[in-house]
């Protein structure tokens, strides 16, 4: 198949490049150079131009604290683009993989958030990325799969292991918030997942997420003691020690069932996405 793929220099875009053009899909793997979603004509004439069969659309405001002051941004990148997308999308006729997220919802529960559960998005990000999934939605394509996910780290990229790492091996002790509960999610198995929905012909919206549950300072623990750097200090604190623009949501745990139905396996579990990445960080670092 032909894929048109934006934001594809972002974590998820990577991921999905690579896996696609492994998987021997044609693949026209854009970034905001190439193609900027802030213009809409430019969307349309990428999408006429190329004609692909999908387009997977990875490109997001995804600075969620920064999304809180450039309500404009935000609203253009996450709720106006993936409508833009979509009615691209109509007119050449191709089917649209969106990426969402877990800040649809508040996080205040104690249960997995299935994908029909209420949407309450507690930020402008969250907020838009909910509008960018009914702008989508509301176009009507016959091929469209929006995939919400969490908590992502890639091999490269802005993200929680690196910024916890750097901090790690510099000797500095840590402290880390104890109180927010979700599913870290290894790039690479999101892009396997995707790509598996999609060849499989699932359409409407999935939870596609790593398969362990954790809090941040769990997932930290974990990707130490894999480190071995176990014995760096490590203290669990609240939410409130890192007072930020953006609420979060608590209870963020998307429920998989959905999905694991689909494709017949469970997601893989955060020990062996956090080793691959260590083997990556390290191979890259020589
Ligand atoms: N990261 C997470 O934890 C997480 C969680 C839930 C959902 N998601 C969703 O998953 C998707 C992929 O996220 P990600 O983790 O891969 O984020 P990412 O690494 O920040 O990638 C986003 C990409 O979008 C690009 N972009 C920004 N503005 C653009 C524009 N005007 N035109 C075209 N591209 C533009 C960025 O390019 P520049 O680098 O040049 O700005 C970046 O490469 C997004 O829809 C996000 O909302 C992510």
Known sequence: MRFLITGARGQVGRALTQEARSRGHEVSALGREELDLEKPEAIRQAVSELSPDWVLNCAAATKVDHCEEARDWAMTLNAKAPGWLAEACAEAGAGLLHWSTDFVFDGRGEEPWREDAPKNPLSC??????????????????????????????????????????????????????????????????????????????????????????????????????????????????????????????????????????????????????????????????
């Open 125 to 286: 990000y969250g907020e838009t990325k909910a509008l960018g999934e009914e702008a989508v939605l509301g176009v009507g394509l016959p091929r469209t799969l929006i995939l919400r996910t969490q908590w992502v780290y890639g091999p490269k990229g802005r993200n929680f292991p690196a910024a916890i790492l750097a901090r790690a091996r510099s000797g500095q002790g840590l402290k880390v918030v104890d109180d927010q509960t979700g599913r870290p999610s290894y790039s690479l198995d999101l892009a396997v997942g995707a790509l598996d929905l999609l060849e499989g012909g699932a359409t409407g919206i999935y939870h596609l997420a790593g398969g362990t549950v954790a809090t941040w300072y769990q997932f930290a623990g974990t990707l130490l003691q894999l480190a071995g750097l176990q014995d760096v200090p490590m203290e669990a604190v609240g939410t409130e020690a890192f007072p930020l623009p953006a609420e979060r949501p608590k209870y963020s745990v998307l429920a998989l069932d959905k999905v694991e139905a689909f494709l017949g396996r469970s997601m893989p579990p955060v020990e062996r996405g956090l080793k691959d990445w260590l083997e990556r960080e390290s191979s890259e670092k020589g």
